[in-house]
């Protein structure tokens, strides 16, 4: 095999050469405290506060609503388990999210409800998409939240965020986005969305794993996530991370910049890979093909296994994933892929092919050359492939 093909930048990306070039000074001569006051602390220091404010500035934020994190998860606990306590403390203890969050949200809203939190679950339908008036519908006088993701990590649907901010505002609720998968990938404003707190990972658009951030609206005090030093305004104690979050801010500032070509890039190659790929008999895509992140595509082969699928592909030095990769290795189906209401027959054949900087059109002849093959090959000796094709079974997908 003479090349790798890394198609999975759903669950990370590769280090970009710009990012880790602006990271390496920190770890040897410039790896002060940024706590201390003589001059190599001051310097991490500076470094530190120029990375809040051009991440800032890529959600058109103020630096001082930056806080930094170890990543996404750490992001969307602190804003969701923050804003119950501080609300619950006012009578309002009802939080709305969707049925196909990140499991930092799912498994957050769980821990709440054991709490005595009350939550409701918003259907996203057979499109992956939440519908604001359903929304707006499940807002109650005691609702302390809501929490719905920017753009989904398994299926890449993007969800009307300006609308529901807007919702939101008019009722008085707190709104969290989290926007891992957005971040440097569409234009994200805060203050036009109505996004009261936004979380976002370094590693999901070419910067190092291990560091995010959360953006909290100026006048909202969230209860500390974490007690010691007076970092981050004593909110999240703990020495920072200054090289990640130098990274982190030059991999953001990289993508920003250029979000609009990037976009037009990688969603040409995804287009060109979902109409190749929907020539497979019964094919499916799931999840909106409008309202889609530009590099997602995940799609399902009736009759077909989604870790057979992968292996085959490994075999072929092509990295992809079937549902998200938090789950994989469990047997269970994508949470995401029941949610749109594929049976789960279905929802274990699925295939994500997420694209990145590093990948190009050649990666996608690749694949429009191999996958075809595999589905065919795999097909040959599956016994519920013969049922499907003699009319024997067929799957009921859910179109509400
Ligand atoms: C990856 C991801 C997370 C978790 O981020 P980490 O930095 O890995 O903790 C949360 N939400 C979404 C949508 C993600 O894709």
Not at 169 to 188: S, W
Not at 236 to 254: P, Q
Request: aromatic content about 6%; glycine content about 8%; some cysteine.
């Amino acid at each position: 095999m003479d090349r790798l093909i890394y198609v999975d930048n759903s669950a990370t990306t590769p280090v970009s050469p710009e990012a880790l070039k602006a990271m390496e000074p920190y770890f040897i001569e410039g790896f002060g405290n940024a706590s201390s006051l003589y001059s190599v602390g001051r310097k991490a220091k500076k470094a530190l506060e120029e990375a809040r404010a051009s991440i800032a500035g890529c959600f058109n934020a103020e630096p001082d609503e930056i806080y930094f994190t170890s990543g996404g998860s750490e992001a969307d606990n602190w804003a969701i388990k923050g804003v119950a306590h501080l609300m619950a403390k006012k009578g309002k203890k009802h939080i709305i999210t969707s049925k196909f969050e990140h499991h930092a949200v799912l498994h957050t809203c769980a821990v709440l409800e054991k709490e005595g939190f009350e939550v409701t679950y918003l259907n996203v339908h057979h499109n992956g998409i939440v519908r604001p008036e359903e929304l707006e519908a499940a807002i109650r006088p005691d609702t302390a939240l809501v929490t719905i993701m920017y753009a989904n990590n398994e299926i890449g649907t993007i969800q009307p965020i300006p609308e529901i901010g807007a919702i939101c505002k008019k009722h008085g609720v707190l709104f969290h986005t989290d926007a891992v998968q957005a971040a440097g990938n569409i234009h994200i404003d805060v203050k036009a969305q109505n996004i009261d707190m936004l979380s976002i990972s370094a590693h999901k658009f070419h910067g190092p794993k291990g560091v995010g951030a959360l953006y909290i609206r100026k006048g909202i005090i969230l209860p500390n996530l974490i007690e010691g030093g007076a970092q981050e305004k004593g909110h999240r104690a703990g020495t920072e991370n200054v090289a990640g979050i130098v990274g982190m801010s030059v991999a953001l500032k990289n993508a920003c910049d250029h979000i609009d070509e990037k976009a037009a890039r990688l969603s040409k190659m995804r287009d060109r890979l979902i109409d190749g790929l929907l020539k497979i008999e019964r094919s499916h895509i799931n999840g909106d093909r409008e309202h889609r992140l530009p590099g997602n595509v995940n799609m399902c082969f009736e009759g077909v296994e989604g870790e057979s699928l992968l292996l085959q592909l490994d075999l072929r030095g092509v990295c992809a994933s079937s549902g998200s990769a938090c789950t994989s290795g469990s047997l269970d189906p994508s949470h995401v892929l029941l949610s749109i209401g594929l049976p789960h027959e279905i929802a274990h054949g699925s295939l994500r092919i997420s694209f990145g900087d590093q990948n190009t059109e050649e990666d996608v002849d690749f694949l429009l050359q191999e996958v075809p093959k595999i589905v065919n090959y795999l097909r040959s000796f599956s016994p519920l492939w013969e049922e499907i094709k003699e009319g024997k079974v067929h799957f009921p997908i859910n179109y509400d």
